[in-house]
């Protein structure tokens, strides 16, 4: 037998486009590592509250710079980001709450469906910019991502209910107590020692804690020809 897995905590909303970046670099590498990653869904709001932060885009300067990054994170990460066209009313306005109450219900009971069901939330709010705060376009990314209609209408029924609300505020608050000020914020247990890495732009220093081999953002499947 090998040595156990590292387990990584990735603390992320899909408010957030970066990560979106970061969540599928992770998806990417997690059986490739060996790590055992784990999705925690989190407030991105709550967090920028607690640690004092701003949003990028609530900075002209950043919010700029974002616009003409985000095409180039497109190629380089092969995800299909866009840069929605009313990004105020979008995230800044709309937000993601009930988005997140319900990937914290997914996680709570069929945790199995949690990648999936996420990734097709990003696709709506930061590939195809449509929403994702309605009703009916939760259960069309939850449909999408393959669970049944009758399973995502019980998971949509649980969002306003304590357990689940309880269960967010749970996770967003040890994203702070970890020391979060944003998202994506990956959390490596590594040989009794915790590390905090920010943003989807550290996944090199990733696999020098991990002692694994970075191959790019978009490493080679198991069974492709190098």
Not at 29 to 47: F, M, T
């Amino acid at each position: 037998m090998g040595p156990a897995p590292r387990v990584l905590e990735l603390f992320y909303d899909v408010l957030s486009p970066y990560s979106w970046l970061g969540f599928e670099v992770l998806c990417r590498y997690q059986h490739l590592w060996n790590i055992k990653l784990q999705l925690r869904p989190a407030l991105i709001a709550g967090i920028m509250k607690d640690s004092g932060n701003h949003p990028p885009s609530m900075v002209p300067r950043k919010g700029q710079y974002m616009r003409k990054e985000i095409p180039l994170l497109k190629q380089f990460f092969q995800v299909p980001i866009h840069f929605p066209k009313d990004f105020y009313d979008v995230v800044l306005k709309k937000g993601s709450t009930n988005a997140m109450r319900f990937l914290t219900a997914v996680s709570m009971e069929q945790p199995e469906m949690l990648e999936k069901v996420s990734r097709e939330l990003w696709m709506r709010i930061w590939s195809q910019d449509e929403d994702i705060t309605e009703s009916q376009s939760i259960l069309s990314a939850a449909e999408k991502a393959g669970m049944s209609a009758q399973q995502a209408q019980r998971f949509l029924e649980k969002i306003p209910t304590e357990q689940v609300k309880n269960k967010l505020r749970e996770i967003t608050d040890a994203a702070c107590k970890y020391g979060a000020f944003g998202l994506p914020t990956t959390v490596a247990h590594v040989d009794g020692n915790t590390h905090i890495l920010f943003g989807s732009d550290r996944m090199e220093l990733l696999a020098h804690l991990l002692g694994e081999k970075w191959m790019g953002p978009v490493p080679p499947t198991p069974n492709a020809r190098l």
